[in-house]
């Protein structure tokens, strides 16, 4: 009786901090998005082994993340499903702002057939999330060994033509969140592109509104999509790299200067 009353009464100072507490909030959400994540990630993954490295592994575990998102109270929409390129290996770029971007590549996994990530391999070591992402194709580089990071690299811009995958990457590297623009871009992605003479195909993703770190804010709320048109790279070369990032790099803050823009 004593442990029923002593439940009751946290589970009621739990609501009371968590209506009254930006703080709780926030800390509470991100608790429960980082257990519903692994709960949903490991559940399925005697599944996976019998088809490992291959990206359909991924459908499961990305719809319990995206039911995650809704237990949070987050959404998103996705645009452009016009833009996306079809029965060719694509090389998607996007803005990365927090670790809630994972919800979006599960929005897009059922969407960009074939898609894969490619990810530090910090991550692979951080068990059982890290087995699940190998079992679903991701692709691990060592950023402190240049030579092991480009023979990976290479391998991925073979697998663009032989195996039309599409290899998601944040050319901006780290999260940015905090800031009206995007950092400057790193220039794997469009190595990659140019090697396998491979479409990019743009994508951005508005601002979180919903969320501040510095304040410790984590409301509800909602986020758009948006696919660009793909920006072809046949017959570039090396030559062409900057031009190339530049080009990627303007339309990509314009589209997300304007998502930010309706959002007011």
Known sequence: MAAEVVCGVVIVLAAIFYNHSRIFRYYTKFAIYILICAISTTIFLPLMFFKPMDYRNGLLPCWGIRQAAKILGLKWVIRG?????????????????????????????????????????????LWPFGLVCWLCGVIFIDRKN????????????????????????????????????????????????????????????SRYKFLDHKTFKFDRGDAVISILPAIETAGLTTDDLQSLMNKTYEVMIKEYHSLNQCQN
């Open 146 to 205: 240049s030579k092991d990071a480009q023979n990976r690299i290479n391998k991925a811009a073979q697998s663009l033509n032989t195996k039309r995958t599409k290899i998601f990457i944040c050319p901006e590297g780290t999260r940015n969140g905090e800031t009206e623009n995007f950092l400057p871009f790193k220039k794997g992605a469009f190595h990659i592109a140019i090697a396998s003479q491979a479409p990019i195909q743009p994508l951005v993703i």
């Open 81 to 125: 499903h016009k833009n996306i390129v079809q029965d060719v290996g694509t090389v998607v770029v996007a803005n990365h702002q927090s670790c809630l971007d994972v919800i979006v590549i599960s929005e897009l996994w059922p969407v960009l057939h074939g898609l894969t990530v490619i990810g530090k391999r910090e991550v692979f070591y």
